[in-house]
């Protein structure tokens, strides 16, 4: 089997506290040697040299929140589109959000979406399954058998769990398999027929809100439950600067939480609405400055663990209606990592070791999966990334089969050059 060298690359590794320039060989799919020289070659076959010189070279990128349509939803992204998306991003793995049709609550549906991807052969996704069944809210799925089946965690995806005591019991019964739920935090209640965040733009706007107190008291629910019953609760999507004030003194009591905050969320805010454009349409709804701020702070200190795509394709017919009918939801695979680098490391929010711990090792550790580290022996999973390429955002050159970013025509720094899948190189960008 041939070997890879990566030469002459900035070794960003969270997992073992490394930045510096060296050599990387990669031998049999996993990682095997540093300080390499260029001239050593491989002991099993022919190497291929991949001259990194100015670029980060990055264990491979996780994200643990993406929809992939499929099954069910093709028409706005299957399980092989969603997975290219994946690798244009740099994502090297993914974990698939359960809003499928059918839902992923049987061990049928999680070994589909298994099959499905190993089919496309392009980075390794990981199934969520549901908490309920039929992400009803109403009766628990059976987690021990999707648990058998490769389910990696449990969600009802963008269906938060309602009712306190189906919630309690689910964290009770997950802690005989250590996984953790995936929550997401609305109170349908109060977030109501709303279309964006409650405030002076929506007053202004005249459209129906949804207060940041819908996220922030099911937040508040969640951490309790998960308190008493020492359950593993992981907050998706976190917007909210109560929400996040919540979680940090959770974090500051020992409670078993984590939380994870999108791109968009730290990016973009509620101004964005004054266009009507319902590709900013999204739940949780892009928020006030004051916001986006607690956003950046939370990931400066800890509070925000994990930085996750919440990638949601909706075909181009369903986002050209009206605001008020038009679905939630933003394709995010492709721009997540500029992002990251535009608006968290160039600015100095974050330095390259921690944006990458929140794309690589704390996702991994979250779902518990061996992946995210460079170390060796560990399977050769590799995002390389030019830090300083510019590009202009166009959807109509994505491989995500959905168009709906809030993104488009925005001039960002960074992206993936090559990503490289258990030592095999599964994407290359064109010069």
Same mark, same amino acid.
């Given at each position: 089997?041939?070997?890879?060298l ?7 590794d ?6 510096r320039?060296?050599n990387i060989l990669?031998e049999e799919?996993?990682?095997?040697a540093y ?5 050593a ?18 264990p491979?990128?996780?994200d ?6 499929e ?6 992204e ?9 690798l ?6 993914i974990?698939?959000a359960p809003n ?5 609550d049987t061990?049928?549906t ?8 190993a089919?496309a052969?392009?980075c390794n996704?990981?199934p969520i399954a549901?908490v ?7 009766e628990l ?9 490769g389910?990696?965690a449990?969600?009802d995806?963008c269906?938060?769990v309602s009712n306190p ?7 009770e019964y997950?802690l005989?398999?250590d996984k953790?739920l995936?929550s997401?935090?609305?109170v ?6 709303g279309v ?5 733009v ?8 949804m207060p940041a107190?819908a996220?922030a ?5 969640d951490?309790? $439950?998960?308190?008493s019953?020492g /359950?593993? *609760? ?5 917007? &909210?600067?109560?929400s996040?004030? %919540? #979680? ?6 020992g409670v ?5 905050v999108?791109p968009?969320?730290?990016s ?6 004054r266009s009507f454009?319902?590709n900013?349409k999204?739940n949780?709804?892009?928020r006030?400055?004051?916001?986006v701020?607690a956003?950046?702070?939370?990931l400066?200190?800890g509070?925000?663990d994990?930085?996750a795509?919440?990638h ?7 986002k050209?209606?009206e $605001?008020?009918q038009?679905?939630? /939801?933003v *394709?995010?695979l492709?721009t997540?990592l &500029?992002?990251?680098?535009?608006? %968290? #490391?160039r600015?100095g929010h974050?330095?390259w ?6 794309l690589?090792?704390?996702p991994?550790r979250v779902?518990?999966?061996s ?6 022996g560990a399977?050769a999973?590799?995002?390389i990334?030019?830090?300083d390429?510019t590009?202009?955002?166009d959807p109509d050159?994505?491989?995500?089969k959905?168009e709906n970013?809030p993104?488009g025509g925005e ?5 993936a050059r ?9 994407f290359?960008?064109?010069?």
């Amino acid at each position: 089997m041939s070997g890879i060298l990566i030469t002459n690359g900035r070794v960003v590794d969270p997992s073992q506290s490394m930045d510096r320039v060296t050599n990387i060989l990669i031998e049999e799919g996993k990682i095997a040697a540093y300080d390499v020289a260029i001239d050593a070659g491989s002991t099993n076959g022919t190497t291929t040299t991949l001259d990194a010189s100015g670029k980060i070279v990055a264990p491979g990128l996780i994200d643990m929140h993406a929809h992939l349509g499929e099954p069910g939803g093709e028409e706005d992204e299957t399980i092989e589109s969603g997975t290219k998306a994946a690798l244009s991003g740099g994502f090297t793995s993914i974990a698939c959000a359960p809003n499928t049709n059918p839902p992923i609550d049987t061990q049928g549906t999680v070994q589909f979406v298994k099959q499905q991807a190993a089919d496309a052969d392009n980075c390794n996704v990981y199934p969520i399954a549901c908490v309920s069944k039929n992400r009803s809210g109403e009766e628990l799925a059976e987690m021990g058998t999707l648990v058998d089946a490769g389910a990696v965690a449990f969600s009802d995806a963008c269906s938060p769990v309602s009712n306190p005591e189906l919630m309690r019991r689910a964290l009770e019964y997950l802690l005989m398999f250590d996984k953790p739920l995936l929550s997401h935090p609305e109170v349908r209640e109060l977030s109501g027929d709303g279309v964006m965040h409650e405030g002076l733009v929506s007053t202004v706007l005249a459209l129906p809100g949804m207060p940041a107190d819908a996220e922030a008291v099911m937040t508040s629910r969640d951490i309790s $439950l998960a308190e008493s019953t020492g /359950g593993r *609760i992981h907050m998706m999507h976190i917007s &909210a600067a109560g929400s996040i004030d %919540l #979680i940090r003194r959770a974090k500051s009591r020992g409670v078993r939480i984590t939380a994870e905050v999108s791109p968009q969320h730290f990016s973009l805010t509620d101004e964005s609405l004054r266009s009507f454009d319902s590709n900013c349409k999204i739940n949780p709804p892009l928020r006030g400055q004051q916001h986006v701020d607690a956003c950046i702070a939370a990931l400066k200190d800890g509070t925000l663990d994990v930085i996750a795509s919440d990638h949601q394709p909706q075909a181009v017919e369903k986002k050209m209606q009206e $605001l008020d009918q038009a679905p939630f /939801g933003v *394709i995010a695979l492709e721009t997540t990592l &500029a992002l990251v680098i535009t608006k %968290l #490391i160039r600015p100095g929010h974050l330095d390259w070791l921690t944006a990458l711990e929140k794309l690589t090792i704390r996702p991994a550790r979250v779902l518990g999966i061996s992946k995210g580290t460079l170390q060796i022996g560990a399977d050769a999973d590799v995002t390389i990334i030019d830090p300083d390429e510019t590009w202009i955002v166009d959807p109509d050159h994505f491989f995500s089969k959905s168009e709906n970013t809030p993104f488009g025509g925005e001039t960002l720094y960074g992206r993936a050059r090559t990503v490289i899948v258990s030592g095999a190189v599964k994407f290359e960008r064109d010069a």
